[in-house]
C-alpha cells in the first residue's frame, strides 16, 4: 500500500480527534477543571447536527453552524449555573460533578431519541471519491483533513493575534499576573468554555462518519480525547493538532502492518511519549 | 515544659484507637447475611468493590495518588487465579489470594517505579494506558485468557476443605468475602496510623516539606503503590473465585472509573468511605435499575452532580459538614 | 439502617403480592442490556417479545405470563450473573430468557444447572454456549450456522476460488473466520488471508485492514464484524477504497446488514451479498404479518431484524412449553418440551429446536442487497435449508465437549 493512502487516512482519522480534542485542552488548560464531559459536548453536537438536517432540512455545513452555535449556548447556560461553582473544589470533586452530569446526557439522550446510532446524511459534493491525480482518495477525508487544517490555523491565528487571545493565553500561563493586569478572567473562562464545547460540537458532527454517533460515545471516546490532550501539552493548539495528527498516522498504519496487536499501539505510544516528555510534546515545564 | 500535652497532640495520640462504632460495618455486614438471604451474590459484589476501593483509598486518599488504571492490578489478580484453575488445576482458594496479591504487588512495585516520577494529568494518563496495555494483551493471547468471552466454569476447591462455594446462593462467597475485606481493612487500618502512613499524609499535603526533611519519597510512593495493587489483586481473586467466571471487563476502563466515583463519593482518605461509597452507589444503582431498567442512568448520574456539587468529599464529608453545624450550635 | 428497613418493607410487600398472583400465571425472568452499549440490541428483542405478545394472544392459552426484566448492562457477564441469581433466588422466575451477549449466557450458566431452571437464550452466539448446561435452548444462532453455510455458498453458488476474511478479534470473529474457513476449503475454496480488525468494544478505522485485504486481490472478501456501528462502517470503506471497482465482492453473515440499519448505508452497500436466518424482506406469510405490526407499533421507519425475530421465536418456544405442561413448569420436561419443538410460523421460515444439542435448526438465506423503488432491498438469492450448528456437528475445536 503506498505511503500517501496511508498518510492521507491517518491524517484524517487524526483532525477527528483534532476537533473534539482542542475545546477539551483548551478549558483544561485555561480553567484547570477536569471536564469529563466534553465528550458529551461532542455527542450531543452530533445529535443536534443530525435532527437538525433530518426535521428541518438543513444542509450539512448550516447543521454544524447550528450545532456549534446550540451546544455553544448551552455550555454556556450549564458553565454560569453549575461548572462555576466547582471552580474552587478540589479535581476529584470535578470528576465527579462531570461525570455525573455526563450519564445524564447518555440518558437523556437514549429516552428522548433512543439507544441506536444515529446515521449523518453527506451531501453530495462530499460523498464518493476524488481524483487527486497520483492517487483516487475518499473525499470525505480529503475534506476533514482541509477542515482540520483551516480551523488549527484559524484558532491559532485567534490565539497568537488577538487581543482575546492574548489575554487567554495570559490567563493559562499565570492566572493571577493576568487579573491583576484587569483581565476578566471569570468572563474568559465562560468565553472559552463556549468556544471549546462549541467545536467539541462541530467535531463530534464531522466525526460521526467516521466515529459514529450513539449515546454512548461519550464515555467510548473519553479515553481518546484525554490521550491527545496529555500529549499536545495542556492549553496548546498546535500541540494538540501534531498529538493528534500524530497518533492518527502511527494508529493506522500500525494496523495495517500488525492488524492483531490493533489499538495497542495507540496506548503504547502514548506511555513512551510521556514518560520521556511529560509536559506533553508542546507543554511548558512545570505546569 | 513537663505538664498535660496540648489537646491537639492528645487528639492526634488518640486518633488510632478503635472506636465503638467501628464494629457498626461488621455487624451490619453479618446482620446483612441473615437479613437478605436472597441477595447475597449481590452483596458479595458490594464487598469485593468495598476491598477494591479500600485499595485505591490508600494510594488516592492517603499518597494524593490519582490513578484511573487501578482495575490493571483487579484484573491482574482475577487473571492470575483464573488462569492457575483453568491452565494449572490449581484451585485452593486461599493459595489462589497469595499468588494474586503476590502478582498484583509485583505489577505495582514495577509500574510505580516506572510511572510514579510523573504527576498530574500526566500520571492519570499513563496509568490508564498501562491498564489499557493489559487489556489488549488479555485479548491478544485469549488462547490462554479466554478473551472476550473469558474462561467460565471456573470452580475452586472448599476453603479449608470444609466450605464449598455455594453456586446458586453465594453463602459461603459472602462470608469468605466478608472474611477477607476485613483482614484487608486491618492491614490498611494500621499501615495508614503507623509512621509509614503518617509519612504518606505528609507527603500528600506538603512534598516540599518532606524532600526537606529528608523523608525517602519516592519509595514510600512506590510502596504504598505496590501495597495497594496487591489489595487490588486479592479483591480481583475474590471476584474470580466467587463468580466463578472471569473476561476481560475486569480490565475495564468502566471498572476503574468506576471505583474511582464510589471512592470519591464515598469520601476518600476516611477509611470507611469505601464502605459508605460502594453501598451507597450500589444500592442505588441496583434498586434504580431494577425499578427503572432503560432511565436509571439519570437518576444516578443527578445525585452525583448533587453530591459534587453540594457536600465536599462526599458522603463523609457532609457528615462531616453536619456533625460541625450541629457541634457550633 | 434506613435503605435496609426500606428494602425489608419491599421484599415484605413484593412477597405478598406474588403470593395472591401465583395462581395461574408464569414467571419469566428477561435479562437483556437495557442500557448501556448494548441498549438498541436489548430494544430490538424486547420488542420481538412485546410483537409476540400482541400478535398471538392466545398462544399462553388460559395461563398468564409475567415478564420481570432485568438489565445486564455491560457486556461483562457479572451484573447478568447477578441479575439471573436474584430472578432465581428472590423473584423466583420459572424460566430465564434474553441474554444478547455470549458472556452474559456463559456466565449464568452454572447458576441454572444448580437452580435447574430452564434458560433460553435469544442471541448470544458462541458455538459451545448450549454445551454448557443442559438447562440451556438456543433460538437464536450460532456463529457457524451462517459462517459455514456462507463458506458453502461462496464456492458452490458465488463460484469463487479465493477469499480474504476480515473479522472482528473476538471470539465470535473467530468463531466466524472457522466457520466460513471450513465452509469454503472443504468445497474447493481457499482463503489467503485472516485479517483481526480490532476489537469490537469502539469502531475503528476499517480502512488499513481493507487496504491489506484489497491487495491480497480475493474474488470475495468475508468481513464479520458486530451487529451496529460496525457494520455500517464496513460497506461506507467498502466503497471509499474503490473494492467493487477491483473486482472483490463483499460477503458476509447478516450481522452486517442487520435491518434497522440498512437504509443508513446508502448506495454503496448495493452488491452486498449476505448469508442470514432472517432478513425484514424475506417473503412469507408470518412476516409480512410482523413487519407491517411492527412499523404499525413503532413507526414507519422502524423495521425487525433477526435479533428482533429472535425474541419472537423465542416467546412461541416459552408459549409451546407452557400450553404443552399446562403451567406446571418442571424443568426437565420443560427442556424434553422444547427439544425437537418445530415451529412453522416463525417469520424465519420453519425452525426446530435440535432434540441432540438443544440448538436451532433453520433456514439460512442468501441474499443480494439491490436497490428497488428508491430503498434498499434484500433480494434472495438461494436458501440453504434445515441447516444445523456445524461446530458442534464436526465437533470443532470447543464444541467437541
Known amino acids: ?287 | 515544659m513537663a505538664g498535660a500535652p496540648l489537646p491537639a497532640a492528645r487528639e492526634l495520640a488518640r486518633r488510632h484507637r478503635l472506636q465503638w462504632w467501628e464494629a457498626l460495618p461488621w455487624a451490619a455486614g453479618l446482620a446483612a447475611f441473615f437479613l437478605f438471604p436472597n441477595y447475597l451474590a449481590f452483596g458479595t459484589q458490594v464487598l469485593v468493590t468495598i476491598l477494591f476501593a479500600l485499595s485505591l483509598d490508600l494510594v488516592l486518599g492517603y499518597a494524593g495518588i490519582v490513578t484511573l488504571g487501578h482495575a490493571a492490578f483487579f484484573g491482574a489478580g482475577a487473571y492470575t487465579v483464573g488462569m492457575l484453575a483453568a491452565h494449572a488445576g490449581w484451585t485452593e482458594p486461599l493459595s489462589g489470594l497469595l499468588a494474586a496479591a503476590l502478582v498484583a504487588g509485583l505489577l505495582g512495585l514495577v509500574s510505580g517505579w516506572i510511572l510514579l516520577r510523573t504527576h498530574g494529568l500526566t500520571l492519570l494518563m499513563l496509568t490508564l494506558c498501562t491498564m489499557a496495555l493489559l487489556e489488549q494483551a488479555a485479548n491478544m493471547f485469549s488462547e490462554f485468557t479466554g478473551g472476550f468471552d473469558g474462561m467460565p466454569g471456573l470452580s475452586f476447591k472448599a476453603i479449608f476443605g470444609q466450605f464449598e462455594f455455594d453456586v446458586l446462593y453465594f453463602r459461603t462467597q459472602y462470608l469468605y468475602a466478608l472474611a477477607v475485606l476485613f483482614l484487608g481493612f486491618a492491614v490498611v487500618r494500621v499501615l495508614v496510623y503507623s509512621p509509614f502512613g503518617r509519612s504518606l499524609t505528609g507527603i500528600r499535603e506538603n512534598l516540599l516539606r518532606m524532600h526537606a526533611v529528608g523523608a525517602p519519597v519516592r519509595a514510600r510512593q512506590v510502596l504504598v503503590y505496590a501495597i495497594s495493587a496487591a489489595l487490588a489483586g486479592v479483591a480481583g481473586a475474590v471476584f474470580v473465585q466467587a463468580t466463578g467466571y472471569v473476561n476481560l471487563a475486569v480490565l475495564g476502563l468502566e471498572r476503574a472509573a468506576g471505583v474511582l466515583i464510589i471512592l470519591i463519593l464515598g469520601g476518600y482518605g476516611r477509611l470507611y468511605g469505601a464502605f459508605a461509597g460502594a453501598l451507597a452507589y450500589m444500592l442505588l444503582e441496583h434498586t434504580l435499575s431494577k425499578a427503572y431498567p432503560t432511565a436509571w442512568q439519570l437518576g444516578l448520574g443527578l445525585t452525583l452532580m448533587l453530591v459534587a456539587l453540594f457536600a465536599r468529599n462526599g458522603i463523609f464529608g457532609l457528615a462531616d459538614a453536619l456533625r460541625r453545624r450541629w457541634s457550633a450550635r | ?401
Not at chain 3, 432491498?377 to 440453504?384: P, T
Open chain 1, 1 to 287: 500500500m503506498d505511503l500517501a493512502s496511508i498518510l492521507l487516512g491517518g491524517l484524517a482519522a487524526g483532525m477527528v480527534l483534532f476537533v473534539v480534542s482542542v475545546g477539551l485542552s483548551v478549558t483544561m488548560g485555561l480553567m484547570g477543571f477536569v471536564n469529563l464531559a466534553h465528550g458529551g459536548f461532542a455527542m450531543l453536537g452530533g445529535y443536534a447536527v443530525v435532527l437538525a438536517m433530518r426535521h428541518w432540512g438543513l444542509p450539512f455545513s448550516a447543521a454544524l453552524a447550528f450545532g456549534f452555535a446550540a451546544i455553544a449556548a448551552l455550555s454556556v447556560l450549564l458553565e454560569r449555573t453549575l461548572y462555576a461553582r466547582l471552580y474552587r473544589a478540589t479535581e476529584l470533586d470535578q470528576v465527579l460533578f462531570t461525570i455525573g452530569l455526563v450519564f445524564v446526557m447518555i440518558a437523556s439522550v437514549t429516552l428522548v431519541v433512543g439507544p441506536e446510532s444515529q446515521r449523518v446524511v453527506l451531501p453530495a459534493w462530499l460523498d464518493g471519491q476524488t481524483d487527486l491525480g497520483f492517487l483516487r482518495y475518499r473525499t470525505y477525508s480529503l475534506a476533514l483533513i482541509g477542515a482540520g487544517t483551516a480551523l488549527m490555523l484559524a484558532l491559532w491565528l485567534g490565539f497568537e493575534r488577538t487581543r482575546t487571545g492574548a489575554r487567554i493565553r495570559a490567563a493559562v500561563d499565570n492566572r493571577r499576573m493576568a487579573e491583576s493586569l484587569g483581565v476578566d478572567v471569570g468572563r474568559l473562562f465562560t468565553l472559552t468554555f463556549a468556544l471549546g464545547s462549541g467545536l467539541a460540537a462541530v467535531g463530534g458532527g464531522l466525526g460521526a462518519e467516521i466515529l459514529g454517533l450513539d449515546p454512548q460515545y461519550p464515555l467510548r471516546y473519553l479515553a481518546y480525547f484525554l490521550i491527545v490532550v496529555a500529549v499536545g501539552g495542556l492549553g496548546r493548539v498546535t500541540g494538540v493538532f501534531c498529538a493528534a495528527l500524530l497518533i492518527g498516522v502511527l494508529d493506522f498504519t500500525l494496523k495495517i502492518y500488525f492488524p492483531k496487536g490493533g489499538t495497542m499501539f495507540i496506548y503504547a505510544l502514548t506511555l513512551a511519549l510521556l514518560l520521556a516528555r511529560p509536559q506533553g510534546l508542546f507543554g511548558r515545564k512545570g505546569a
Open chain 3, 1 to 401: 439502617m434506613k435503605a435496609k428497613t426500606l428494602l425489608t418493607l419491599v421484599f415484605a410487600a413484593a412477597s405478598l403480592t406474588a403470593a395472591g398472583a401465583q395462581a395461574q400465571s408464569v414467571k419469566v425472568g428477561v435479562v437483556l442490556p437495557y442500557t448501556g452499549v448494548g441498549a438498541e440490541f436489548g430494544q430490538a428483542v424486547d420488542r420481538g417479545i412485546q410483537m409476540f405478545l400482541k400478535l398471538n394472544p392466545a398462544a399462553f392459552g388460559p395461563y398468564k405470563v409475567e415478564l420481570v426484566k432485568r438489565d445486564s448492562k455491560n457486556p461483562s457477564g457479572a451484573e447478568a450473573k447477578t441479575a439471573v441469581q436474584e430472578l432465581i433466588a428472590q423473584d423466583k422466575v420459572d424460566l430465564l430468557t434474553g441474554f444478547i451477549y455470549s458472556p452474559d449466557a456463559i456466565a449464568s450458566a452454572p447458576l441454572v444447572s444448580a437452580a435447574k431452571k430452564p434458560m433460553v437464550v435469544m442471541n448470544a452466539g458462541t458455538a459451545w454456549i448450549t454445551n454448557l448446561s443442559p438447562m440451556i435452548s438456543r433460538v437464536s444462532f450460532s456463529m457457524w450456522h451462517s459462517g459455514h453455510a456462507m463458506g458453502e455458498a461462496a464456492a458452490k453458488l458465488l463460484k469463487a476460488k479465493t477469499a480474504v476474511v476480515g473479522y472482528s478479534d473476538f471470539p465470535p470473529g473467530k468463531d466466524s473466520l472457522d466457520a466460513f474457513l471450513r465452509g469454503f476449503e472443504t468445497h474447493g475454496g481457499k482463503v489467503v488471508d485472516a485479517i483481526p480488525m480490532g476489537g469490537p468494544g469502539q469502531v475503528p478505522d476499517f480502512t488499513p485492514f481493507f487496504q491489506r485485504a484489497k491487495d491480497r486481490k480475493p474474488d470475495v472478501f468475508f468481513v464479520f464484524v458486530p451487529a451496529g456501528d460496525h457494520a455500517v462502517s464496513v460497506v461506507k470503506t467498502y466503497a471509499a477504497l474503490g473494492m467493487r471497482q477491483a473486482g472483490i465482492k463483499l460477503i458476509g453473515p447478516g450481522d452486517i446488514t442487520q435491518d434497522f440499519k440498512l437504509q443508513a448505508m446508502g448506495d454503496d452497500a448495493v452488491g452486498l451479498i449476505t448469508m442470514h436466518h432472517y432478513n425484514a424482506d424475506l417473503d412469507n406469510p408470518a412476516n409480512r404479518r410482523l413487519v407491517a405490526a411492527w412499523k404499525q407499533e413503532y413507526g414507519a421507519n422502524a423495521v425487525p431484524d433477526f435479533m428482533g425475530v429472535q425474541g419472537y421465536d423465542g416467546m412461541a418456544a416459552i408459549a409451546h412449553a407452557v400450553t404443552t405442561l399446562k403451567g406446571k413448569l418442571d424443568a426437565d420436561q420443560v427442556q424434553a418440551a422444547l427439544k425437537g419443538w418445530k415451529y412453522a410460523d416463525s417469520p424465519r421460515g420453519p425452525i426446530m429446536i435440535d432434540p441432540a444439542t438443544r440448538d436451532i435448526v433453520m433456514n439460512e438465506y442468501l441474499s443480494e442487497l439491490v436497490k428497488k423503488d428508491g430503498r434498499l432491498y434484500q433480494k434472495n438469492i438461494g436458501v440453504i435449508t434445515a441447516v444445523k450448528d456445524m461446530c458442534k456437528e464436526l465437533k470443532q475445536g470447543k464444541c467437541a465437549n
